[in-house]
């Protein structure tokens, strides 16, 4: 049987549009959600990003926190009737300040697994402040307990499993060590791609400000090139995954490098807005 993924909900961030898409709504405010993932069907319960620590660290890069009760990681696990300590491994698709927040909250015999380059990229100072000091550092401590941490070389070993269902791979994106999580699910592959989308409709569906269907839009906030940016993009559109599934928009349906449809909170799970298939020809 395969593996199925819930999509955790951390809460909510206030930003500025052209951060998420480039050149989109210069100067005006969008709100987005920062979600994490929970994969269960294996032999043990494994998160993926546990959100940013609390509202007033995203205060440091000029944005809003919103997270509320509701949203702590501990009542997220318990609405799948899974608590803090059943973790075996928390993954991360890369450790920006609203992805690794909450790392500290699981035990030292839960393993965090990361690529090795995204910690030596969180130190390198290239994206600072988006590498909050308290969280870097508490994953220096668990540097220092056996079991505690765990390093992959994606770049230079290819896609590792982890567990049967679960590979890890290099993303290519967002940041110099960024990794996709893929799932082998019932329905298909699904793939947890971080941040290298932030939004299907204006990056993929109907990319802004494009010569071309195919020619996605890049996040406005990435470390690399954009044509790199754009490659991993195509990528994914063509990687085979059936479900994508970036941390700040809802999971994606995907056939034959196109968006067919849109999931809510679990995937598998009903398409709950479908996407015509787009035949654009220059006139």
């Not at 679990?266 to 035949?279: A, F, I, K, N, Y």
Request: glycine letters at 12%; charged letters at 25%; one cysteine or more.
């Amino acid at each position: 049987m395969g593996l199925e993924i819930r999509v955790l909900d951390y809460g909510d961030i206030e930003l500025e549009s052209s951060f998420l898409v480039l050149g989109r709504d210069c100067g005006r405010t969008r709100r987005v959600p920062v979600y994490g993932f929970l994969i269960l069907g294996g032999r043990y319960p494994i998160v993926v990003d546990t959100g940013y620590r609390d509202n007033a660290i995203m205060e440091t890069l000029g944005m809003r926190g919103l997270q509320f009760h509701e949203n702590m990681i501990e009542r997220q696990l318990a609405n799948h009737g899974v608590r803090v300590g059943d973790v075996r491994y928390v993954l991360h698709t890369h450790l920006h300040i609203d992805h690794a927040g909450k790392d500290d909250h699981f035990p030292m015999n839960t393993t965090v697994v990361i690529n090795r380059r995204e910690l030596e990229y969180s130190v390198s100072g290239l994206m600072h402040p988006q590498y909050p000091k308290p969280d870097i550092i508490h994953l220096v401590e668990r540097l220092h307990h056996p079991g505690a941490l765990r390093l992959e070389d994606l770049e230079i070993s290819g896609p590792v499993e982890l567990m049967p269902g679960v590979i890890l791979e290099a993303a290519g994106a967002h940041t110099e060590g960024s990794m996709n999580v893929h799932v082998e699910t019932d329905e298909g592959l699904a793939t947890i791609c971080g941040d290298v989308i932030y939004d299907f409709n204006d990056q993929i569906i109907q990319p802004q400000r494009s010569f071309g269907p195919e020619e996605y839009q890049v996040t406005g906030n990435h470390g690399g090139s954009k044509r790199g940016e754009k490659g991993a993009i195509r990528k994914l559109m063509y990687s085979g995954a059936k479900f994508l599934l970036p941390v700040h928009d809802k999971p994606a349906k995907v056939e034959g490098g196109q968006v067919v449809g849109r999931l809510d909170m679990q995937v598998p799970g009903p398409v709950t807005q479908s996407v015509p298939r787009r035949d654009w020809f220059p006139a």
